[in-house]
RNA sequence: CGGGGCGUAGCGCAGUCCGGUAGCGCGCCUGCUUUGGGAGCAGGAUGUCGGAGGUUCGAAUCCUCUCGCCCCGACCA
């Protein structure tokens, strides 16, 4: 499953603990193995018979209906409802808007026929089902909704309009990545139509505050918000706002985006409104979106080498409960205790597992458990039972330095009174979501640098191992690129206001080309 | 689209150079013993060797064609 050569090498770094079970690649020897590894492990997803595209497993997919969960209160919480609009769009509609259509071009997959025929004994495309008009498959629905809007609103009271889409898109990419890259990916696709520029300048930046807070609160994933530069914008968009993350190796990943489209769908879909004044006037737009790609920023910022880590509020399960018997009679009062147990904690609205299996021993669950990331374990054997405790084992805790696995291992494990346990978990769970955002945090700030040479800007990615680096920038497009190719980097975004730090606000000269630079932007390497 | 790799049991692979009864590990099934950090022993089941042609007494192996996937580049949320 995972890169099938460099196996013989790899295998000789493995955990030596370790003997046949397949485990996971460090992170220290692979990144990317280990980022494979770690989804094979948990039962998130895996490589479909279809190029480039993936089958999302029960544990990968629980944890995206939590996202979708999250994601959609907060949405309804801001006015918007959803719909569903059709995965086909007329060629015709797509090429309407000019840089839309450039944008997609060349990754879009088109339905051409409608029939099939068994020809010489094969079943094959009937050459005579050929469509009047090709369908692309939606890699985005802007064209398709903005065609329906048309008939939708006629008077300044009918907007603004605010709607959200659940679904799948295809983007036809060359080169795909479990979750963060694939050809065909889940996403929800917010599209609104106000009267004012200024309305839908605020909409764009309000769903960016949106995914924001998701992404911190939620995903315990810190972000900082900003824009992209004009050659990064979304295809058709007048500004692209969006949220960049930092992975575990210091790349960059863009968790979200949030457009403001000005009045270039409506006008190309001839969508008009009636002002207050009474007179007739083009619609503006904003588009919004997250995707499946935020299940692997979860990974990529905070798993370790023993698997998946999991913030506790995209859990699909915050504990589970490891029995160990000897005898008959044990297991029995073992297994009651459990259910006693699960029942308590599922009475606090926690997602409990009672793990009953009897054909595997407690090890093998203690290790499978954790790279599927259950937040707390709890272990109940028949001294757990006369001295009235519950062992609790939490799925990390903050590193020491040099502490041992052995060692980490203990600190990870506690026994308590037994309700004093029950009514404590919960507050674990919430001192864990926020850990988690604190290492995250912390280590970006470990991996940021504000630089104002290029000699320390190549020192930083090149010897350093880099990260995000603040710099000042005033080039063209062509220096963008002139930068992409000498260090691979990439200007992530040109950050708001409030997003930068004391230390990196003013104005100063661009790191190439020396011209007087307003602000800072951040270039990283990226996902 | 260029470069590389791989298709053999559910999964991971050996066997291919040099043609001769289809193998190994894990998993799975049965039984017994185990169970607080990846259990042990014994027995058992499992294959259109990616597909199609060809050479041959005989093809996983040689030849031709073909399909698919993965990795590296160009493109991208």
Known sequence: ???????????????????????????????????????????????????????????????WEKMQRELDDRFKATGHVNAYFP??????????????????????AVVTHHRLKAIDGVVQVDPDSKLEEPLVVRPTSETI???????????????PLLINQWANVVRW????????????????????????????????????????????????VPVIKGRKTPGERFAGALDTMCIEAMMQDGKALQAGTSHYLGQNFSKAAD???????????????????????????????????????????????????????????????????????????????????????????????FYEWESKGVPIRIEIGPKDLDKGVL??????????PGESVEDQRKRRKSFVPRAEAIEGIPTILAGMQKELYDRALAFRNSRTRIIDTIEDFERFFKQEGGGFAWVHWAGTGDDEDQMSKRFETTIRCIPLPDQIPSEAQGSGTCILTGKPSAQRVIMAKAY
């Not at 062992?391 to 020491?400: H, I, S, T």
């Open 87 to 108: 995965m086909f769009i007329p060629l015709s509609f797509l090429t309407r808007e000019e840089q839309h259509a450039a944008g997609f071009a060349k990754e879009c």
């Open 271 to 365: 969508v008009k409104f009636l002002n207050r004044e009474g007179k007739l006037e083009y619609v503006y737009a904003t588009s919004w979106g997250v995707s499946t790609r935020l299940v692997g920023a979860l990974i990529m910022t905070h798993s370790d080498d023993g698997g998946l880590i999991l913030p506790p509020k995209l859990a699909p399960i915050h504990v589970v409960i490891v029995p160990i018997y000897r005898k008959d009679d044990e297991k029995e009062r073992v297994f009651a205790e459990a259910d006693k147990v699960k029942a308590e904690l599922c009475a606090k609205g926690l997602t409990v597992k009672f793990d009953d299996r009897d054909n595997m021993q407690p090890g093998a669950k």
């Open 391 to 400: 062992c609790l084992v939490r799925r990390f805790v903050l590193d020491q």
């Open 173 to 220: 990419e060359l080169r795909t990545r479990l979750f963060l890259r694939t050809a065909e990916f889940l996403w929800q696709e917010g599209h609104t139509a106000h009267a004012t520029e200024q309305e839908a300048l605020e909409e764009t930046a309000k769903m960016l505050d949106v995914y924001a807070d998701f992404a911190q609160n939620v995903m315990a």
């Open 145 to 159: 909704i903005w065609n329906q809007y048309k008939n939708w609103i006629q008077s300044y009271r009918d907007l």
């Open 1 to 63: 499953m995972a890169s099938p050569n460099p196996s013989n090498d790899k295998s000789s770094q493995k955990a030596p603990a370790a003997k046949n079970e397949s485990s996971i690649t460090p992170r220290s020897v692979s990144y990317s193995d280990w980022y494979l590894d770690v989804i094979r492990q948990a039962e998130l997803a895996e490589h479909s018979a279809v190029r480039g595209c993936m089958v999302i497993r029960p544990h990968g997919y629980s944890i």
